[in-house]
């Protein structure tokens, strides 16, 4: 630890010259290596303002205004996404996280603790977060469903039927099925209104996993290659990566706020104000993991409006 202050020239020429130039970049246009691409300027420049007028935005009464900002911000995705009206969700860290907020919703609404009991089901294809998710939410490995794929590296629907009713006869309990919108390996988007069907028949949640596929419904020509995913229960997309933010940027879409609020509730400590007095005022505390957060909705609440969404659109028409 310094006991003496440096020179502000000193540390950001160690930065920029030793520091930052020592890594891959997933912020330059010749950046073909990953998914994650961006570094949007005017959304780094939210975060500068979020961080340095530092409001509390886990409880709607400690910064109102900007509590509603990051709600439109969320109303904007899950229309965007196609969602029914009244969907809404929470900004996060990445897909990771989302989808375990989710698993841990489903768990806590179909399973109660019966959680040994809870069997999980994705394609082969899947992204592996969300095997760790299920295990982080305490789901036993051996419960874990990774079903088989079609040609098309599609989850095989007469396959994901079969496991469901195997499991059921065996006195377990299907809970969670996650279908992907956009694979990492061949960008596959899963049969979704098959999953759906197959999740409302058997009562299990569905889950999409659209981190980086899911932005591409903004194209026109390629909406309609999301058919079903507006029947999801919950749907993880990762706007660090398909609109070209920074990471650290995560949301999870939800149709019912209130299968949150059962999992993550809280009767806060007698220090902290009482509940949110009224539905529409969201105390975000109530409906996640964190309590402490960051003021995550800027990052996309100003580039949405400096820019507008068209200009996204068109970055992601020309990506494809
Ligand atoms: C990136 C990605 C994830 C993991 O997301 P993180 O934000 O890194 O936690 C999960 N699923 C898919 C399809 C992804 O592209």
């Not at 109303?75 to 196609?82: Q, S, T, V």
Request: proline share 6%; charged share 20%.
């Amino acid at each position: 630890m310094p006991e003496e202050p440096s020179s502000s020239d000193e540390l950001l020429d160690f930065l920029f010259k030793k520091v930052i130039p020592a890594a891959f970049n997933p912020a330059s246009p010749s950046y073909l290596a990953y998914i994650p691409g961006g570094g949007l300027f005017s959304s780094a420049l939210g975060e500068l303002i979020a961080a340095t007028v530092n409001r509390y935005t886990g409880m709607w009464a400690a910064a109102p205004a900007a509590v509603e900002l990051e709600t439109q911000v969320l109303r904007w995705l899950a229309e965007l996404m196609g969602l029914p009206q009244g969907s809404l969700g929470l900004l996060t860290s990445g897909a990771s996280m989302s989808t375990l907020i989710a698993l841990v919703a489903a768990r806590e609404k179909y399973l109660g603790d019966e959680i040994l009991k809870g069997t999980v089901y994705y394609s082969s294809e899947v992204h592996y977060a969300v095997a760790k998710a299920a295990r982080v939410a305490g789901i036993p490995e051996r419960n874990l469903r990774p079903i088989p794929v079609d040609s098309q590296f599609r989850l095989r629907i007469d396959l994901l039927a079969q496991a469901v009713h195997q499991d059921r006869d065996c006195d377990l309990v299907p809970f969670f099925v996650c279908g992907t919108a956009g694979t990492v390996s061949t960008g596959a988007i899963d049969p979704l209104i098959e999953i759906a069907e197959v999740a409302i028949n058997h009562d299990l949640w569905f889950h999409v996993d659209g981190a980086y596929g899911a932005a591409f419904r903004l194209v026109p020509e390629l909406q309609p290659l999301f058919t079903g995913m507006e029947l999801a229960d919950s749907l993880a997309i990762d706007p660090y990566k398909g609109f070209f933010l920074a990471y650290g940027t995560g949301a999870l879409l939800v149709r019912d706020m209130s299968n949150l609020r059962r999992a993550f509730g809280t009767s806060p400590a007698a220090y902290l104000p009482e509940l949110q007095a009224n539905e529409d005022q969201l105390d975000f505390r109530e409906f996640s993991p964190e309590l402490s957060r960051e003021w995550r909705g800027l990052r996309l609440w100003l580039p949405f409006k400096l820019h507008g969404v068209t200009a996204f659109r068109q970055a992601l028409a020309d990506w494809n």
